[in-house]
């Protein structure tokens, strides 16, 4: 459908005629026109997949799975990409391996344990949770459960003091006000 | 009550992420170190065509009874040829030196062997890498040390360094008692 679009545009642009007679502005529209034209196919430019062709199953079902397990898995020489993203060459050999285990018949959780036996947690994407990672996991919710009851606590105590009766002035104060807002009056006179 | 310490939290933060980048900074990790998680474990089962006519298969029945260093090297890659000599030293102090040839023509690597000596026992060919992701490679060369029991002991995901020689004759000689 965007394929579509993009080509109706671009041809548009294609047949628009320079209304101008001008010899410099029409080739200077047509240049115009090229340029829009290449930044429309640059539109169709599709990402590039590090999946390679030969890589691919013929088996549908099983190469999605394969794809969603190389989602997970960590490139062990890219630091922060997926084997699924990756073009480096230990990548592709691992999503072979992937491809390979699938094909005889390991289940997606048996795959993942392969590749963790041999590469380590590493290349896990998504940590495990166990008593290493508690605190990764749950480090974030504790802290925001941590300013929550702050939160509620300084709001309550405000709401209380909104809510006591204003204590009113002693004699004595009300005095000295009186004579404050005397002398005020007085000075502005 | 609570005013009071809230007036610290901010330096307390400080001090808490100062605290973790610091032994981020000081331990001596590396965010690059990913492990070795086969030693340990039994050695996985490979079973690979010889890079020499006539040569052995290298199997995983191969590590049964006898010590072995096992080296995964390719002729393309530098650092397996600074490291060479050692591992040719050891071949000649006795210690049983294998050697997997990983994705490399067998053209390119039997010269290469022929120039820089070869202290292979037996050399297995991986074309594709397949025993690589076996053996938890991440690149070459990377060097194992497989006890008579067919457990892998130590893995250096590194070229080996005068250090680490000394390091898997020691162990080496440990494991052979």
Not at chain 1, 103 to 129: M, N, Q
Not at chain 2, 111 to 135: H, N, T
Not at chain 2, 139 to 154: A, C, M, N, Q
Request: charged fraction near 25%.
């Amino acid at each position: 459908m965007t394929l579509g679009v993009v080509l109706s545009a671009a041809k548009d642009l294609a047949v628009g005629r320079p209304h101008a007679s001008g010899h410099n502005t029409a080739r200077s529209f047509a240049a115009l026109r090229m340029t829009l034209i290449l930044l429309l196919l640059a539109l169709l430019a599709a990402p590039a997949f590090a999946v390679e062709p030969d890589e691919v199953l013929a088996d549908k079902a099983l190469e999605l799975r394969a794809r969603a397990i190389s989602a997970e898995i960590r490139c062990v020489v890219c630091q922060n990409q997926s084997i699924d993203d990756s073009n480096a060459e230990i990548a592709r050999d691992m999503r072979r391996a992937i491809r390979d285990r699938l094909t005889k018949g390991d289940s997606d959780a048996a795959v993942v344990a392969f590749l963790r036996a041999r590469y380590g947690d590493y290349v896990l994407l998504r940590p495990p949770f166990d008593p290493r990672t508690w605190l990764l996991w749950l480090g974030g919710p504790l802290l925001l459960l941590l300013a929550a009851r702050l939160l509620y606590r300084g709001a309550k105590r405000r709401a209380a003091q909104v809510k006591a009766p204003p204590v009113d002035l002693s004699a004595a104060e009300r005095r000295r006000l009186d004579a404050l807002l005397r002398d005020d009056e007085a000075g502005r006179r | 009550m609570s005013n009071r310490w809230l007036f610290a939290l901010p330096l307390l933060m400080a001090l808490l992420l100062g605290g973790f980048f610091g032994y981020a900074l000081l331990a001596g990790r590396s965010p690059d170190d990913i492990g070795s998680p086969l030693v340990g474990k039994t050695a996985p089962a490979i079973d690979l065509a010889p890079l020499h006519e006539g040569g052995k298969r290298l199997t995983a029945a191969d590590w049964k009874g006898q010590v072995s260093v096992v080296n995964f090297f390719a002729s393309w890659c530098a650092p397996c040829q600074v490291e060479h000599p050692l591992l040719v030293r050891m071949a000649r102090d006795g210690l049983r030196v294998q050697g997997v040839n990983y994705k490399n023509k067998p053209e390119d690597a039997k010269p290469w062997l022929a120039r820089l000596g070869d202290p292979y026992e037996r050399i297995g060919v991986d074309a594709d890498g397949k025993a690589g992701v076996e053996f938890g490679l991440s690149g070459v060369p990377e060097t194992f040390v497989i006890d008579k029991s067919g457990v892998v002991r130590l893995h250096l995901r590194r070229p080996l360094t005068p250090d680490d020689a000394q390091r898997i004759r020691a162990l080496v000689k440990e494991l052979a008692k």
